[in-house]
């Protein structure tokens, strides 16, 4: 079975949250399955550089004179693991700045471009294949970049192969107005309610939402959210739509590259694994030195790796940073975006600078030095599809504070008297968006710790709970082979 995998992200190529990490992953897992996968990517400047330090020299294996006026070509290499497909076109994507938008903040405004040209490529590879031979039977889109592929696949007669979406996070739909439609060669018909428009605009993830052969997104309690207005940022009906004709949403809940992260011989940190967990203090020590921390040993230190936007729900653990630090407790957050959020979390460094340290920026070696020294990673969120910062936090040893929703609420084991009893708990489950749940969860949090005996058996719940890819991969590799009507 041959899937082309299209994602605008991909550890460790280029990355800004979690779907470069699952698109750096999966494929791996997938291939272990007997799964054909390759990566089709944009040729972001981070990108091409990748490809020039490559032991491999990439092979060209498809050239287009016109992709919305660009020309483009794709290269083939195998690195970090993958089998990888660049989209090398400079004129969409060879330029300065953030992947989706400019240094002011705003869309790169030819941004339905360069993705609709990516959705191109992808389905001329499915029409015509590579000059090395290979054309997908299936293709896996994700998120809204991808979105267009399903109406682009619909006019290439010799392009039918079955597409599989991921939702990844309902949030980002790729909203643009509808003055692009003739330019991106969308057809007329297909812009109405029951297709790719949305309130006089051009969806590019509604796109992918009506004309998919499968749906799918990254955990079941998002799956099941996402019926409700609340969680389905108005596609809630296209959902339920699509169940209503037999095919409904399916949540197949995220894995974590354990082979990446993995604290034994991650070389960011210094290693420990679940037998030798004292040697895990050497990590919180050297997070309280580089940050210039005073910590005392009887209070946790909180991590938080995260970008800040209003999701993410650090709103609570800011309005809550007095109280941990009049209990003895400590915070490293490593972060950006929101301006407010950025600068209220500078003045509480300010305000308390032996207890709280903040490191605004992108940091990949931090974010596993965070996971290995923290006692506790703090993921309040308002929703989250899946996250994996609970999950690299648990395979770290930190326990997860996290909000009852989406993927927290699947993946961590809440320290309630059953599972404290059963000695099954992962981490710490609070009410989302609330408070007064946020405090009782940081009450909950310092009690437990003063246990030793009961924090040190959570560790290792949580270091030896099954975070790897193999259960999803094989639910996509059933799902590919319904519809491909093999196995
Ligand atoms: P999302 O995709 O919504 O950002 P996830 O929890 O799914 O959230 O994935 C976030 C990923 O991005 C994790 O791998 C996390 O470690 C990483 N990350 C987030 N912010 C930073 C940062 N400032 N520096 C380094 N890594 C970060």
Redo the contacts with the bound molecule.
């Keep these: 079975m041959k899937v082309l995998f299209v994602a605008s992200e991909c550890a460790p190529l280029v ?5 470069a ?1 699952v698109v750096g992953a999966l494929p791996k897992a997938l291939t272990a399955a007997g799964t054909n996968v390759r990566v089709l990517l944009p040729g972001y400047r981070e990108v091409m550089a990748w490809l020039s330090i490559q032991a491999e020299e990439p092979v060209e294996v498809a050239t287009f004179g016109d992709l919305f006026g660009e020309a483009g070509r794709v290269l083939a290499v195998r690195g970090a693991g993958l089998d990888i497909l660049v989209l090398d076109a400079p004129g969409h994507f060879d330029r300065e700045g953030p992947i989706y938008v400019g240094f002011d903040g705003a869309d790169w405004p030819d941004n339905p471009f360069r993705f609709g040209a990516l959705a191109r490529v992808a389905v001329e590879i499915a029409a015509n294949g590579l000059s090395d031979n290979w054309a997908p039977d299936l293709i896996h889109a994700h998120d809204w970049q991808t979105g267009l592929i399903p109406i682009y696949l619909e006019e290439r007669a010799a392009a039918r192969v079955p597409v599989v979406f991921t939702i ?2 309902i949030s980002y739909q790729g909203r643009f107005s509808a003055g692009s439609r003739r330019r991106l060669g969308l057809p007329e018909a297909g812009f109405t309610s029951e297709g790719y428009e949305f309130y006089g605009q051009i969806n590019f993830m509604k796109a992918a939402l009506v004309g998919a052969d499968a749906v799918t997104t990254v955990s079941p309690t998002y799956a099941r959210e996402l019926e409700s207005p609340a969680f389905g940022n108005g596609l809630e009906g296209v959902l339920a739509a699509r169940a209503a004709h037999g095919t409904p949403l399916t949540g197949i809940l995220n894995g974590i590259d354990e082979e990446v992260w993995d604290p034994a011989v991650d070389p960011a940190v210094a290693p420990f694994d679940v037998k030798h967990l004292s040697a895990r203090d050497r990590g919180r020590q050297g997070l309280a030195a580089e940050f210039g921390l005073k910590l005392d040993r009887a209070a946790p230190l909180f991590g938080v ?3 800040l936007t209003e ?1 993410k729900g650090l709103d609570l653990l800011l309005a809550d940073v007095p109280r941990l630090v009049s209990a003895g407790g400590g915070l490293v957050l ?3 975006g929101d301006a407010a959020l950025e600068a209220a979390f500078r003045e509480a460094t300010a305000r308390y600078p032996d207890r709280i340290g903040i490191r605004i ?4 070696d ?2 596993h030095r965070i996971y290995a020294g923290a006692d506790v990673i703090a ?1 309040p969120s308002r929703f ?6 609970q999950m ?1 936090a648990m395979r770290y040893g930190a326990l997860p504070l996290v909000a009852r929703t989406g993927g927290l609420a699947d993946s961590v084991i809440d320290a309630n008297d059953a599972a404290l009893r059963a000695e099954v708990a992962t981490g710490f489950q609070i009410e989302p968006g609330s408070q007064a749940a946020f405090s009782d969860g940081l009450e909950r949090v310092f009690a437990l710790y003063r246990d030793r005996r009961a924090w040190r058996g959570m560790q290792r719940n949580a270091m030896r709970h099954p975070v790897g890819w193999d259960k999803a991969a094989g639910a996509y590799v059933e799902l590919y082979s319904g519809l491909l009507g093999v196995g």
């Excluded at 920026?361 to 990949?364: A, L």
């Excluded at 989250?384 to 910062?389: R, V």
């Design positions: 990355k800004t949250g979690g779907l990490d990844h996070n790796v995260s970008r999701q490593l972060g950006s920026g992108y940091d990949e931090l974010a993921v989250e599809p899946c996250g994996l910062t690299y």
